[in-house]
């Protein structure tokens, strides 16, 4: 049974040797090898039509798209972002605007880090950018000292005797 949507999926039955098999493809992917492909000689590799694939790419780019709190600020104009990983981000290709440089990534109204970014290359729906530099945003002033590890918390005022 197909259903619609990000992963779609088929079960599948049918017959290995002489026993009957089940496995479920995901076609969430473009290719698709079985999972009792490790076990035996036999291996099957699917190859959807470019309308499938292209349909569930567009369902894809829409799932990250409404499930994404993530975006970048670029003088003054704000960008969805669709995926984050440790060295870059992603966004749709048809709303990506040339950007390079640098910009501020947030999640949500929360300032992560400021970034020096470079486009790397395109990947059907989306445009991969690459951080030549991520630094994270710190939510009190660097300090100019060295800090003690000893130090105290707070200091008690005592009062003077008049």
Request: a negative charge; glycine letters at 8%.
């Amino acid at each position: 049974m197909l259903t619609s949507g990000v992963g779609a999926q088929v079960l599948c039955i049918g017959a290995l040797g002489s026993r009957n098999v089940r496995w479920v493809v995901d076609f969430g992917v473009k290719y698709a090898t079985l999972p009792f492909a490790q076990r035996t000689e036999f291996a099957v590799e699917i190859q959807l039509s470019s309308e499938i694939q292209d349909g569930l790419d567009a369902a894809r780019i829409e799932k990250l798209r409404k499930s994404s709190r993530l975006k970048i600020v670029a003088d003054g104009q704000e960008y969805k972002v669709l995926r984050q990983w440790a060295t870059g981000f992603s966004m749709e290709a048809e709303t990506a605007p040339q950007l390079r440089g640098l910009v501020d990534l947030y999640d949500g109204s929360v300032h992560l880090c400021q970034c020096l970014i470079v486009a790397i290359d395109q990947e059907g729906r989306e445009v991969r950018f690459e951080f030549k530099r991520a630094t994270k945003v710190a939510d009190k002033p660097a300090l100019d000292f060295e800090k003690p590890a000893d130090a105290p918390v707070g200091l008690i005022a005592v009062d003077a005797p008049h």
